[in-house]
């Protein structure tokens, strides 16, 4: 089985920053990509940021300049790094790892519980 925990988030004045940290573990042949969505209330979950095995990275429009994904292969570990945060930054932040297993012949999306952000003074 495949595991994927996400940690770090809380509350955060408007113009802090956060860090988020999601670790992969379990039965884990190779990781393609690691993302971060995010999904406020009464809204539908987004993409806020992708992250690729090969180093490739990808930001929605409303985070580009502001947030940042960094990735640890050897440790199966993605981060968010989160400045300049806004209210409407305020979301169950969710990470995703394509994984293909030991054994496995093909990747599959596994996801974390999420962790809640909230921006607010």
């Known amino acids: 089985q495949v595991q994927v925990v996400e940690s770090g988030g809380g509350l955060v004045q408007p113009g802090g920053s956060v860090r988020l940290s999601c670790t992969a573990s379990?039965?884990?042949?190779?990781?393609?990509?690691m993302a971060w969505y995010r999904q406020a209330p009464g809204n539908e979950r987004e993409l806020v940021a992708t992250?690729?095995?090969?180093?490739?990275?990808n930001y929605a429009d409303s985070v580009k300049g502001r947030f940042t994904i960094s990735r640890d292969n050897a440790k199966r570990t993605v981060l968010l790094q989160m400045n300049s945060l806004k209210p409407e930054d305020t979301a169950v932040y969710y990470c995703?790892?394509?994984?293909?297993?030991?054994?496995?012949?093909?990747?599959?999306?596994?996801w974390g519980q999420g962790t809640q952000v909230t921006v607010s003074s």
């Open positions: 995703l790892a394509a994984v293909r297993q030991t054994g496995g012949s093909y990747f599959l999306d596994y």
């Open positions: 992250s690729t095995s090969g180093g490739s990275t």
């Open positions: 379990g039965r884990i042949f190779s990781i393609n990509t």
